[in-house]
């Protein structure tokens, strides 16, 4: 069946370094691809999502690119700020959406 | 933007007794609401998927009789976890939808459930 799989974390870095959080799917057929965030205390909010293969998303600084060819989804950042700190969760939709298990960032300033 | 609320944020409660959480869609009319559930480290798995005055769909391994969900009205859906045992100890998030596509999901913060 369909699956998302990401990196484990937490994930600490330092205040403007790069980030990366590693997405790959499994799926047949041509989902959609999502990242959501999740602030302390806060719902799952959508922060970007790409539909078809070499799209890009973006919003808020981050971008993630659909590769198709490498089944994966990864989420980026030139330049993370504290208040990045967050869970991330990496999804896909068929008919519902498909989760990865969330990768805790800590942002130190 | 849609804001959703759970009450309540965190329940504990003794094994055997029921637990009742709320979902509210705050500043629209939900269609469709979701019932999530997530341990810990994992991702999160649906349980239902209601729809405004009808029953709820139930994902498979849920027990339907166990997790009561009520979709009465197009802001308010109600999970209520029957004679609670430790393992339904989790976090459970529920979010809500617009119209009928599942990327149009706007979450609850959810609330962890602790059962003694």
């Known amino acids: 069946g369909n699956s998302v799989t990401q990196m484990e974390g937490p994930v600490t870095l330092s205040e403007e370094a790069f980030l990366t959080i590693n997405c790959t799917y499994t799926?047949?057929?041509?989902?959609?691809l999502f990242w959501y965030v999740q602030y302390p205390g806060e719902g799952l909010q959508l922060l970007l999502k790409?539909?078809?293969a070499d799209d890009k998303g973006s919003n808020k600084g981050f971008e993630a690119t659909y590769r198709k060819e490498t089944t994966s989804f990864h989420l980026e950042k030139g330049s993370v700020q504290v208040s990045d700190s967050a869970v991330y969760f990496c999804a896909l939709r068929d008919y519902q959406l498909i989760w990865g298990a969330g990768t805790k960032l800590i942002i130190k300033p | 933007g849609a804001v959703v609320s759970q009450h309540p944020s965190w329940v504990i409660c003794k094994s055997g007794t029921s637990v009742k959480i709320e979902c509210r869609s705050l500043?629209?009319?939900?269609?469709?609401m979701f019932w999530y559930r997530q341990f810990p480290k994992q991702s999160l798995m649906l349980m239902a998927t209601s729809n405004e005055g009808s029953k709820a769909t139930y994902e498979q391994g849920v027990e339907k009789d166990k997790f009561l969900i009520n979709h009465a009205s197009l802001t308010l859906s109600t999970l209520t976890v029957t004679s609670a045992h430790p393992e339904d100890s989790s976090f459970y998030i529920c979010?809500?939808?617009?119209?009928?596509?599942?990327?149009?999901?706007?979450f609850g913060p959810g609330t962890r459930l602790t059962v003694l």
């Open positions: 799926a047949t057929g041509y989902p959609s």
């Open positions: 500043d629209f009319q939900a269609t469709t």
């Open positions: 790409a539909t078809k």
């Open positions: 979010s809500a939808s617009l119209g009928l596509r599942t990327d149009t999901q706007y």
